[in-house]
C-alpha cells in the first residue's frame, strides 16, 4: 500500500491504475475505474481463467504454498494500514484514506469465495481502525508461533540478531 502515495486524494485512483497494470501484465485488461471494482475485476478474471498461471515473486516460492483449490487465489497487501498511518494527523485527510480503504477491504471480502488465502501485513491491528470492520473474517497470526518465520521474528532470531 504504500506504492500508492500518501495524498489520500489520489489514492483510489493509484491503486485502479496499479489494478490495471497488474491485470496488463497478466495478459487481460479490466474495465472498472475504481480500486474497489478494479480489484473485484482482477480477482474475478485471475479466479475464472488464470488460476493455473504461477504469480512468484522474490519472497515467495511455489514450494512454500499449499493451494487446495486451484480455481482460487492468494492475495498479499503489505502495509495495508499505510494510507492510514501516513494521515494520522489530518483528520480531513484520514477520512478520505478510510472510505477507499473500506471500499477496497468491503471488495476483497465480496471476493471471498474465489479466494484461496488473504495475507495482510501492516503495523495496526484490524480492530483499531474502522476502515477494516468489513474485514471480520480473519485469522490474525501474528503471536503464533507456528507462523514466526512468516510474519516475524523467532525468539532464537531476536536473541542472535539484536543481542
Known amino acids: 500500500m504504500t506504492r500508492f502515495g500518501n495524498d489520500p486524494a489520489l489514492l483510489d485512483g493509484n491503486i485502479a491504475s496499479f489494478m490495471h497494470f497488474f491485470a496488463s501484465q497478466k495478459g487481460f485488461s479490466i474495465t472498472a475505474q ?60 484520514l477520512d478520505i484514506a478510510k472510505q477507499t480503504l473500506h471500499g477496497f477491504y468491503n471488495a476483497l471480502k465480496s471476493c471471498d469465495s474465489m479466494i484461496e488465502r488473504v495475507f495482510i501485513a501492516g503495523i495496526t491491528k484490524f480492530s483499531q481502525v474502522s476502515a477494516f470492520s468489513v474485514m471480520n473474517n480473519l485469522n490474525d497470526i501474528t503471536f503464533q508461533p507456528r507462523y514466526a518465520t512468516v510474519c516475524g521474528f523467532t525468539i532464537k532470531e531476536i536473541e542472535q540478531s539484536y543481542s
Not at 474497489?36 to 516460492?61: F, H, Q
Not at 511455489?62 to 494520522?88: F, G, H, Q
Open 34 to 93: 475504481d480500486s474497489a471494482n478494479s480489484l473485484a475485476e482482477v480477482i474475478e478474471t485471475l479466479s475464472w481463467n488464470y488460476a493455473d498461471i504461477p504469480i512468484i515473486t522474490n519472497n515467495i516460492r511455489t514450494k512454500d504454498a499449499v493451494i487446495t483449490d486451484r480455481s482460487k487465489i492468494i492475495v498479499l497487501i503489505d502495509e495495508y494500514d499505510a494510507p492510514i498511518i501516513n494521515n494520522i494527523m489530518n483528520q480531513d485527510q
